[in-house]
């Protein structure tokens, strides 16, 4: 069974490997990422949020769900760690 585990942690490495021979450059500013989306958001992050710290607008108003439902799973987590370390001491 550990055989089986090591080949397939093996090939799902490999081709995640091989997936990222088509991502662009570190740094190129050239990727679609540049060109595209960072463009939108720095010209129109204002406008649209009333907001004039770029990072605060893009995670309090574009990914607000995003992050409330981060922060929803962070609390969870440090609720069952709690709840653990009580029953621990018992």
Do not use: Q
């Not at 550990?2 to 799902?12: E, G, I, Q, S």
């Not at 740094?27 to 949020?49: K, N, Q």
């Not at 990914?63 to 069952?80: H, N, Q, W």
């Amino acid at each position: 069974m550990k055989v089986f585990a090591l080949l397939a942690t093996a090939l799902t490495g490999a081709i995640l490997l091989y997936g990222t021979a088509d991502f662009p450059a570190w740094g190129d500013p050239e990727s679609p990422a540049s060109t595209h989306v960072s463009a939108y958001f720095i010209e129109t992050v204002v406008r649209d949020t009333h907001m004039p710290n770029l990072v605060a607008a893009v995670l309090g108003d574009y990914r607000a769900y995003d992050t409330m439902f981060e922060l929803v799973v962070i609390y969870c987590a440090g609720m069952a760690v709690l709840a653990v370390l009580r029953g621990a001491r018992s």
